[in-house]
C-alpha cells in the first residue's frame, strides 16, 4: 500500500518553464488536496478536489492549475514559473466521512526551485 | 472563514518532562481540528484529531489534545517527552459544513527541541 506518492521529489526550473507535478494515491480517497510550505508561513492550500472532475481554488491558487480526472490522481501544473514558486510542495488525500474530512495522509512532498 | 494560531514559533523541553503545545482556532461553527507532526525533510504524520464526543482524545506515540470550546482552543500534550519528538508540529482545523468539508486550514507550526 503506497499511499500519496508525488513525484519528482526534487526540481530545479527556470523562470517561465511550465512543469506538472504528480500526485497519485491508491487508498480510494474521494478527497485530494495541493500545499505549498513556506519557512514562517506553515502550510498554505494551493487547490482542492472533493472528487474526480471537481476542483476548486483554495488561499494561493495564481499561477497554478489541476485538474482530477480519476479517483487516484491529482496534478498540479505550474503555468511559467515564478521565484515566488520556490517552496516545498505537498500533495494530501482523505476519506469522506459523512461529509467531513477524515484527516488528510500526505506525500513526503516535491522540493521546487525556481532560478 | 477558519483560521488557526499557534502562538509558539519554538519551544524547548528536557527529555523526560512535559510538553503542552497550544493552538486556538476561529471558526463559526463546530470545528473539527487535528494535529500533525512534521520530522525535518518528511511529510506529515497525523496525529490525532476531534470530531466530537469526548473531548480529550488520545493519539499516536503517546500524544493527547483537549478541546475547550469555551477558549477555542485544542492543545497538544505529552506526560514526558522523547528525544525522538523533536519535530515540527502542526495544528489544522477543517470546516463543519459539507460545502468545504474537504478543506483544512494550517497553523504555522511549532518547532519543538528536546535537550538531553
Known amino acids: 500500500n503506497a499511499g500519496v506518492t508525488q513525484t519528482p521529489k526534487f526540481q530545479v526550473l527556470k523562470t517561465g518553464q511550465s512543469m506538472t507535478l504528480q500526485c497519485a494515491q491508491d487508498?480510494?480517497?474521494?478527497?485530494m488536496s495541493w500545499y505549498r510550505q513556506d519557512p514562517g508561513m506553515g502550510l498554505r492550500l494551493i487547490h482542492y478536489?472533493?472528487?474526480?472532475?471537481?476542483?476548486d481554488q483554495g488561499e494561493v491558487p495564481n499561477g497554478y492549475n489541476v485538474s482530477r480526472s480519476t479517483t487516484e490522481d491529482f496534478p498540479l501544473r505550474l503555468l511559467s514559473a515564478a521565484p515566488s514558486q520556490t517552496s516545498v510542495y505537498f500533495c494530501?488525500?482523505?476519506?469522506?466521512?459523512?461529509?467531513?474530512?477524515?484527516?488528510?495522509?500526505f506525500g513526503s512532498g516535491t522540493r521546487l526551485t525556481v532560478v | 472563514a477558519q483560521s488557526v494560531t499557534q502562538p509558539d514559533i519554538h519551544i524547548t523541553v528536557s527529555e523526560g518532562a512535559s510538553l503542552e503545545l497550544r493552538c486556538n482556532y476561529s471558526y463559526g461553527a463546530t470545528p473539527y481540528l487535528f494535529w500533525y507532526v512534521q520530522s525535518p525533510g518528511q511529510g506529515l504524520q497525523l496525529l490525532l484529531k476531534y470530531f466530537s464526543g469526548d473531548t480529550l482524545v488520545q493519539g499516536i506515540k503517546g500524544f493527547e489534545a483537549e478541546f475547550k470550546r469555551s477558549q477555542s482552543s485544542f492543545n497538544l500534550r505529552k506526560p514526558s517527552v522523547h528525544w525522538s519528538d523533536a519535530a515540527e508540529y502542526f495544528c489544522a482545523v477543517g470546516a463543519g459544513n459539507t460545502g468545504t468539508a474537504s478543506k483544512l486550514t494550517f497553523g504555522t507550526g511549532t518547532r519543538l527541541q528536546v535537550t538531553l
Open positions: 478536489s472533493v472528487g474526480a472532475g471537481i476542483t
Open positions: 494530501a488525500s482523505s476519506r469522506k466521512l459523512l461529509g467531513l474530512n477524515y484527516g488528510y495522509t
Open positions: 487508498m480510494n480517497h474521494e478527497y
